[in-house]
Nanobody, 130 residues
Framework: QVHVMESGGGSVQAGGSLRLSCAAS??????????MAWFRQARGKEREIVTAISWNGGKTYYTESAKGRFTISRDNAKNTVYLQMNSLEPEDTAVYYC?????????????????????WGQGTQVTVSS
C-alpha cells in the first residue's frame, strides 16, 4: 500500500546538483489531485519541510535554506513531483521524503506543516560531501 515513491538520491560533492522525483504508486493515490511537499530528516534531527507546491503548481513554499537553490515542480500528466537541487551544501545531507496532503485537495494552498501531510514515501538518501 505504498502511495508515493522517491528516487534520484545519491552522493554528490558540494556545489553539485541532484534532481529527486516522486511518483505515485498503486492505483489508489493520484498525487496530481493534491498538494505535495518535500521534507528532509538529517541524522539526529527532526523531519523538516523543504518545499511545497499546490495541486496545480500555482503556489509554492520554500524555506529560507531552499530559496534560490531548490525548485519544486510537478507534472500532473505524469503523476510526478520533482525537486531540483542546485548548489548543494554538506548541510543538505539528509533523507528526503515526498509527502502528499489529501486534506486540502484542490485548495490553492502549499501546506508547510508536517501534520498537514498524510501520504509519505520511504525516503531517498542525499549525501553532500565537502
Amino acid at each position: 500500500q505504498v502511495h508515493v515513491m522517491e528516487s534520484g538520491g545519491g552522493s554528490v560533492q558540494a556545489g553539485g546538483s541532484l534532481r529527486l522525483s516522486c511518483a505515485a504508486s498503486g492505483r489508489t493515490f493520484s498525487l496530481y489531485e493534491y498538494p505535495m511537499a518535500w521534507f528532509r530528516q538529517a541524522r539526529g534531527k527532526e523531519r523538516e519541510i523543504v518545499t511545497a507546491i499546490s495541486w496545480n503548481g500555482g503556489k509554492t513554499y520554500y524555506t529560507e535554506s531552499a530559496k534560490g537553490r531548490f525548485t519544486i515542480s510537478r507534472d500532473n500528466a505524469k503523476n510526478t513531483v520533482y525537486l531540483q537541487m542546485n548548489s548543494l551544501e554538506p548541510e543538505d545531507t539528509a533523507v528526503y521524503y515526498c509527502a502528499g496532503s489529501t486534506i486540502y485537495g484542490h485548495d490553492d494552498i502549499a501546506p508547510r506543516y508536517i501534520y498537514e501531510y498524510d501520504y509519505w514515501g520511504q525516503g531517498t538518501q542525499v549525501t553532500v560531501s565537502s
